[in-house]
């Protein structure tokens, strides 16, 4: 399987959110597309092509003996796959379109921070000139949790407060840290910018300007 199929294929991906968000579980292809929404046979044939390159191994369903697919731990490039699958489209696709559709004229930008061992998902959230609704972002972020099967520790912050971070911060480093990844940039959302305070002798300065026209 190329890389571009196990990116890009959306039956791919589906499928392996499904199976590496729980590699200890069993699944048969009627549970994968209920939970996919893919069709049976779309399911069938990607888990087929997934066996075949050693990705997904076949096993026994515990409930009704039937046949099933689980993850294979023991591929060579199995905590690669995972972790590149858990940080993209398992946790960055479901953020980003929460924020998309809830957040998008308050959250500016946006970045997942990495996984701890625990699978805690760190999420950061820089707002523009509207500040989210702190009660809305704890209910959405508590939903995503459930439905991703990660917690999510959310830091909101102002656009300011994100242009002075730097390497001595916590966030900072996180945020400069090989694991980061831009889920929401500038501009993709309808979220302004803070208008900046003008100085005093700035603002002074064009107060008289203006006085002397």
């Known amino acids: 399987m190329s890389a571009a199929d196990f990116l890009l294929a959306p039956e791919v991906q589906k499928l392996l959110l499904l199976v590496y968000s729980r590699p200890a ?3 048969t292809a ?3 597309a209920k939970a996919s929404k893919l069709t049976v046979e779309e399911v069938q044939q990607t888990q087929e092509h997934l ?16 046949e099933a697919v689980c993850a294979n731990t023991s591929f060579v490039f ?8 858990l940080k993209s489209f398992a946790a960055a696709e479901p953020v980003r379109a929460m924020l998309r559709s809830k957040f998008k004229r ?18 950061l959230v820089v707002h523009g000139h509207e500040v989210p609704d702190e009660k809305a972002m704890s209910a959405a972020c508590r939903k995503l949790s459930v439905s991703i099967g990660r917690h999510l520790k959310v ?13 001595r911060d916590d966030l900072g480093m996180k945020l400069a840290g ?33 006085l002397a026209r």
């Open 25 to 27: 579980c069993k699944f």
């Open 106 to 123: 308050s959250v500016l930008r946006a970045y997942l921070l990495g996984e701890d061992q625990q699978g805690m998902v760190e999420l």
């Open 155 to 167: 830091h909101v912050i102002s656009g300011r407060q994100y242009a002075t971070l730097t390497g």
């Open 78 to 85: 199995y905590r690669e796959l995972r972790g590149i699958a």
């Open 30 to 32: 009627d549970e994968i």
């Open 178 to 210: 090989a694991s980061a990844m831009e889920v929401i940039a500038e501009g993709d959302t309808k979220a302004k910018p803070a208008a900046e305070r003008e100085g005093l002798i700035e603002s002074a300065r064009k107060k008289l300007a203006a």
């Open 51 to 66: 066996v075949k390159c050693g990705i997904l191994t076949k096993c026994k369903s515990t409930a009704d003996d039937q």
